[in-house]
C-alpha cells in the first residue's frame, strides 16, 4: 500500500500529526519500534506551556488529557526581584505525565480514521527516486508514502538516514527530576519556577495529586548531586526561596536525571518528500518546559501546511515551506533558550525586565506570554519594552 504519509515516531510529535492527518482524510502510517503502546518515554518532562491551550483545545487534546487526570493553572516565577504570578485569565498549563500522556496520544491516534499505527517495527532506511525520499525501509519490507516524517526524536535515525547537518550547542546545566506525594507548596501557586542565576529549580503539579520536584544546577555543581541524587534534589529544593514544604512529601519514583542535555537544530524539511518534526528538528533547552509544546504545535503546523497538497494532488514543496516559515517562531525562542542554557549569570537587560515587570502589570503580562511561549521572541525584546521597563524600574 502507498501511504500518503509515512510517520516515524509515535511520540507527541508523531501521533499529534497522524491524528491531524487521519482527521483530514488522508492515509498515515506511523511506525514505532517500542511493540507496547504503554511505552513512554521517561527522559522527558510533560509540563506543556500555556502557549499550546489554544491548539490543544481546537483539537480536542485538552480535554482528553484532563479527562485522564491531568492538572491544568498557571505557574509562578521567582528571580532576585521576588515572585511574578500570572493575572486570572492568561492562558494556562496543563500537566499529564508522560506514562499517561504517551499511551493516550497512541490510543487516539490508532483510533484514528485512516491511519495505521504500526508497532514493534524499526525504519532501517529511506527509498529514494530522482533524488526525492518516497518512502521508508523496514527490514525487507518497503513502504511508499508521498511524504515521509521524521518524528524519532533528538537523535532521529530519520535524519541521520538522510545525512542531515546538526548545528549543536551546549547545555551547562544537568538536570534530574522526581515524583513526590504530598508535598505543600509554601510559593503563591501549585506550580512553581525558581530562576536563581545560573541555577534553576521547579515544581510542578501534575495527576495523580503528584508534584515533579526538578533540579537545573550548573555543571559546576555536578559533583555535589552524584553520591545521593535523591537526597541532593531534596536539599536543593528546601534551599529555595519560599521552598516547598516536604516534612511529609513521599517520593513515588526514582530520581531521573542527565548529565548532558545539548540543543540540536536540523534543517526541518532537508530533502523532497521528507520533514522532520518535535524533537528530530529542534531539541531545545529543556529548562524552561517547551519540548511537549513544540511537539503538539509544530505537527499542528505541519498538517495545515501541507494537508491541501497531499488532498489535492498537489506539488508538496509549497506546503513544506510554509511549514519550515511556521516553524520561525520555534526558531525564534530558540536562539534565546540557547543562550540562557550557557547557565551565565543574567544580563543587565534581563535584569531590567525581570525588575520593572514586577512594578509593571503590562510589562508583567508580556514577560509571561513570552514565558508561556505565547508570543513571538520579538513582541517581547525590542525596544519598545526596554523603555517600558526602564520606566518602571526606575518608579517611586
Same mark, same amino acid.
Given at each position: ?46 509540563? $506543556? !506551556? *500555556?502557549? /499550546?491551550?489554544?491548539? #490543544?483545545?481546537?483539537? +480536542?487534546?485538552?480535554?482528553?488529557? =484532563?479527562?485522564? %487526570? ?47 499505527? $504500526? !508497532? *514493534?517495527? /524499526?525504519?532501517?532506511? #529511506?527509498?529514494?527516486? +530522482?533524488?526525492?525520499?518516497?518512502? =521508508?525501509?523496514? %527490514? ?55 530562576? #536563581? ?200
Amino acid at each position: 500500500m502507498t501511504y500518503d504519509v509515512v510517520i516515524v515516531g509515535a511520540g507527541v510529535a508523531g501521533c499529534t500529526a497522524a491524528i491531524l492527518y487521519g482527521r483530514a482524510g488522508l492515509r498515515v502510517a506511523i511506525i514505532e519500534k517500542h511493540h507496547n503502546i504503554s511505552t513512554h518515554k521517561a527522559l522527558c518532562g510533560h509540563f $506543556v !506551556l *500555556g502557549g /499550546t491551550q489554544p491548539m #490543544l483545545r481546537r483539537t +480536542g487534546l485538552w480535554q482528553a488529557m =484532563v479527562d485522564e %487526570g491531568a492538572a491544568v493553572g498557571g505557574i509562578a516565577r521567582w528571580t532576585a526581584a521576588g515572585w511574578a504570578v500570572p493575572e486570572p485569565g492568561l492562558p494556562e498549563c496543563i500537566s499529564l505525565r508522560r506514562e499517561k500522556l504517551d499511551p493516550l496520544l497512541r490510543t487516539l491516534a490508532a483510533g484514528t480514521p485512516g491511519v495505521d499505527l $504500526v !508497532l *514493534g517495527r /524499526t525504519v532501517t532506511g #529511506l527509498m529514494e527516486s +530522482g533524488g526525492q525520499v518516497t518512502g =521508508v525501509r523496514v %527490514g525487507d519490507e518497503e513502504i511508499p508514502a508521498r511524504l515521509v516524517v521524521g518524528a524519532d526524536g533528538h537523535r532521529s535515525p530519520v535524519a541521520q538516514f538522510a545525512g542531515v547537518a546538526e548545528d549543536v550547542a551546549p547545555n551547562e546545566r544537568f538536570g534530574l527530576w522526581a515524583y513526590y506525594r504530598g508535598v505543600v507548596p509554601r510559593g503563591p501557586a501549585e506550580s512553581q519556577i525558581w530562576s #536563581l542565576d545560573p541555577d534553576v529549580g521547579i515544581l510542578v503539579r501534575t495527576d495523580d495529586d503528584l508534584h515533579m520536584l526538578v533540579a537545573f544546577p550548573a555543571k559546576a555543581r555536578l559533583a555535589d548531586f552524584q553520591a545521593d541524587r535523591a537526597g541532593a534534589l531534596e536539599r536543593f529544593m528546601a534551599s529555595l526561596p519560599d521552598a516547598p514544604d516536604l516534612s511529609s512529601a513521599e517520593r513515588v519514583s526514582k530520581v531521573i536525571g542527565t548529565n548532558d542535555y545539548p540543543c540540536v537544530k536540523r534543517d526541518p524539511a532537508p530533502r523532497p518528500g521528507l520533514v522532520l518534526v518535535g524533537d528530530a528538528a529542534i531539541t531545545g533547552d529543556p529548562t524552561p518546559a517547551v519540548g511537549c509544546g513544540w511537539a503538539f504545535r509544530a505537527a499542528e503546523w505541519l498538517v495545515e501546511s501541507t494537508t491541501p497538497a497531499l488532498l489535492d494532488g498537489w506539488d508538496l514543496e509549497a506546503g513544506i515551506a510554509a511549514y519550515r516559515k511556521a516553524l520561525g517562531f520555534i526558531v525564534s525562542h530558540d536562539r534565546f533558550s540557547r543562550q540562557d542554557a550557557l547557565a551565565r549569570p543574567m544580563n543587565p537587560v534581563q535584569k531590567l525586565i525581570n525588575k520593572g515587570a514586577h512594578r509593571d502589570p503590562k510589562l508583567a503580562r508580556r514577560v509571561y506570554l513570552f514565558a508561556m511561549r505565547a508570543i513571538p521572541a520579538s513582541d517581547l525584546i525590542n525596544l519598545r519594552t526596554l523603555l517600558r521597563a526602564a520606566w518602571a524600574a526606575t518608579r517611586p
